[in-house]
């Protein structure tokens, strides 16, 4: 059944999961993904067990539920096989699932997560949601057991992965690394939010920079690389779009500052003029309907110039977006 036929090809995220449905055809020792034939929004999953764990030796199926926002919006992760370390037939707790949709980023991929999965099966499952504490033994003798499960769709999983080779791979390093640095970001976080708790913000006050969503973490010690896929131009174009929408705001907050302000002036100089002698004693207030037009000539020209700075910055601002995203 050919997938190109049931989804419009202009959404980002069939587009998305197309590519990386094509990315992923190909199994390789430890790991195997592929859509449903009839649906591009679930996945089964196959890894291979991490060596050097009690896990190694073993083969676990699973699904993966894409959101139809994907990838702005993050996978749930289900686990088939019995395991000692996941809960079966339940969506689990990671950095990288449903769960933590504030620590997603739209970079990250089916791939990444597969990678996840293999690099959190050794940790501490710490009572996170959908997490089991076997012991090693339980998880070896599951290991074992594994190689005779079968899934009810996609039939025996263990051919679904190449045979091992014997060569040395890279897969579990980049695990172990993709998990260092999910829980690094997440510290950060915790960090952040520890030290900047949410407050009441004046609304009314345009100068205050609203909070945008997924801040990058300020933690140099994770690597600069983004994991995963890079954004495509679609994702690109909605994030240049929530921007330019958020300068937008801000300046329509500047423009009635500015038309406040316009008022004020006029209203103060509606017929007041301030005369200032050679000392504070000899100042005074007098009526002077005649220099009134030319002080509010003045008011309302600086009022206008700098009505006139807020157009040309945020011209430049969108210039700059375009150009950090598309070039």
């Known amino acids: 059944m050919s997938l190109e036929n049931h989804y419009n090809m202009r959404s980002p995220a069939v587009k998305r999961l197309m590519r990386e449905a094509d990315e992923l055809k190909d199994p390789t020792e430890d790991y ?5 034939e009839d649906n591009l929004f679930e996945w089964h999953f196959t890894v291979r067990g991490p060596v050097d764990t009690e896990f190694e030796g073993g083969v676990y199926h699973g699904r993966i539920i894409l959101p139809p ?11 088939l096989t019995p395991n000692g370390r996941f809960e079966v037939h339940k969506k689990i707790c990671l950095s990288i699932s449903g769960h933590h949709p504030e620590s997603w980023r739209p970079s990250w991929s089916i791939r990444t997560a597969l990678l996840a999965i293999i690099g959190f099966m050794p940790t501490p499952g710490n009572g996170a949601i959908g997490s089991l504490d076997f012991t090693p ?27 091992l080779s014997g060569k040395p791979s890279s ?31 004046d609304l009314a006050s345009p100068e205050v920079p609203p909070e945008t969503e997924q801040q990058p973490s300020s933690d140099n010690t994770a690597p600069p690389a983004p994991l995963g896929n890079k954004p495509s131009e ?9 921007l330019g929408n958020e300068l937008r705001e801000r300046f329509a907050a500047n423009r009635q500052r500015i038309a406040a302000r316009i008022e004020t002036v006029m209203a103060a100089n509606s017929g007041t003029q301030i005369n200032i002698g050679a000392t504070p004693a000899t100042s005074s207030v007098t009526n ?18 700098y009505t006139a700075i807020c157009f040309l910055s945020l011209g430049i601002a969108l210039l700059l977006i375009r150009r950090l995203f598309f070039i």
């Not at 897969?171 to 998990?179: G, H, K, P």
């Not at 679609?234 to 929530?242: F, G, K, N, Q």
């Not at 220099?291 to 009022?303: E, H, K, L, M």
């Open 137 to 163: 033994e339980e998880r070896k003798v599951l290991a074992k057991k594994s190689l005779e499960w079968g899934c009810p769709q996609c039939g025996d999983i263990k051919p679904l992965v190449l045979q």
């Open 171 to 201: 897969t579990n390093l980049e695990a172990q690394d993709i998990v260092k640095q999910m829980t690094l970001e997440s510290e950060a976080d915790k960090a952040n939010s520890s030290e900047f708790p949410e407050s009441s913000t």
């Open 288 to 305: 002077n309907s005649d220099s009134t037009p030319s002080r509010n000539s003045t008011s309302i020209s600086n009022v206008a110039s």
């Open 69 to 79: 926002e994907y990838p702005m919006k993050p996978p749930s992760i289900i686990l």
């Open 234 to 242: 679609e994702e690109l174009r909605s994030e240049t779009r929530r």
């Open 32 to 36: 195997y993904a592929q859509p449903l």
